[in-house]
Each structure stands twice: as structure tokens, then as C-alpha cells.
């Protein structure tokens, strides 16, 4: 069981634009091939943040859906958020807040054997990264800037994470996938 921060990005660090738009993602269509599905069958539970939420909701469900669709997600949501959020039916979904470590062990519990999927956003899987709790780290580099937005990972990391492999899709993507290495003690520099 692995903890897999797994996303797109733009070539300079943003998942989201200043709007929270992801139209300069989707501007691609779907991928083919593409590491997704094989990636999405592995997981057993996933956690993302309000924001990642409160978008899925808004596109997806709420009464001004621009693109009405079933909750995406099988394996049981933990949302992380300090608010009271419209819930979705039929969606598997846990509010919670506060220290990532408990919610982690609650879904390690779930997901037995699976992977744990951190969607997004970027200070979130921050979050399980600054409790040692971060083993992979999977981008899709799109081939845009974006000159702002929601950063991709905002912590300085060190020691550097280690890359596994680097692979081209189309003319737009890079897909990099890293382990996350333990803090060196300090005695070693
Ligand atoms: N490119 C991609 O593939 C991709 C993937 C995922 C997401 N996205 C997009 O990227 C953007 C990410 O937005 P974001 O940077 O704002 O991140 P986010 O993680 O989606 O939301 C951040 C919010 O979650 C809540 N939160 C986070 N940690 C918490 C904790 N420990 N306890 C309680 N609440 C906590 C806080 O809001 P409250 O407490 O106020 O609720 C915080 O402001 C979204 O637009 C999303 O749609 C893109």
C-alpha cells in the first residue's frame, strides 16, 4: 500500500488556474493511452480538500452543473475542510479536519491492500508529506504555463525526491513519477 499524490500540472506548477478553471487541461481531451485507469484501479481510498470537492460539486451536481455526472469515485472520499459542504448522493464521502495522520490510518484501514489516492490540492498532499506520509508523487506535465494558480506542492523538499521514470504522451505531456525518500537524519548532511 503506497500514499500516491497523483496529478496534472502545468509546466510552471499549477493544477488549477486563478479561477480554479481546468479548462486549460481539458483543452486536450482525453488521453490515449493514458497511466489513469490502471492508476485508479490500484486505489482503495482517496482525500482531497474543499476546493477539489466544492469544484467536482459545482461542475457535476450542483444546480448550475455545466456538465451533470455521476460521482466519479467507487472507493470511500475523505474531504478535508473546517466548513459545512453540500453532501452528493450515492457518494461515499467522510468530512473531516485537522492533523492528516488519524485520517490516514482510517483510510489505510479501508483500502487493505490499495493504494490511497491524494487528489489534490497541493498543500494537502503537503500535509501527508510534512507527516512522512507522502510515498509517490505522479505528475502529467501539460505543455502550458499558467502564471498563477493553485500551486502544485508548495513545501521545500529535501532530501530530492527520487525519479522513477519519465515518459512522453502525445505532443503535450510528460508523466514523471518519484518516491519520496525519508528525512536524512541530522547528523548526516
Ligand atoms: N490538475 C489536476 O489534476 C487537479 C487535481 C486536483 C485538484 N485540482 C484543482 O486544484 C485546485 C486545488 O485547490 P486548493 O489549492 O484550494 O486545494 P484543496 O486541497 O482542494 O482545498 C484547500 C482547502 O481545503 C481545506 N483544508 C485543507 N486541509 C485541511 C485540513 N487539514 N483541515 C481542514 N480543512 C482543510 C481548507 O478549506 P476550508 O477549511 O475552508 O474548507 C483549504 O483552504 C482546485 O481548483 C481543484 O479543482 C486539479
Known sequence: MATIFYTATSLDGFIADPHNSLDWLFQFGELEPNTFDDFLAGVGAIAMGSTTYQWIYNHDFGDAADNPQPWPYPM?????????????????????????RPIHQEMAIAAGEKNLWI?????LAGQFYDAGLLDEI???IA???????????PRRVNPPLKLHVARTY?????????????????DKV
Request: glycine letters at 14%; aromatic letters at 10%; hydrophobic letters at 40%.
Open 143 to 153: 505543455s502550458v504555463t499558467l502564471g498563477g494558480g493553485a500551486p502544485l506542492f
Open 138 to 140: 505522479v505528475v502529467q
Open 76 to 100: 470511500p472520499a475523505w474531504v478535508f475542510t473546517s466548513r459545512q459542504l453540500p453532501t452528493i448522493a450515492g457518494a461515499d464521502v467522510r468530512f473531516v479536519s485537522g492533523d492528516v
Open 170 to 186: 502525445g505532443e503535450n505531456f510528460a508523466e514523471l513519477r518519484y518516491s519520496v525518500l525519508p528525512p536524512r537524519s541530522p
Open 119 to 123: 487528489v489534490g490540492g497541493g498543500d
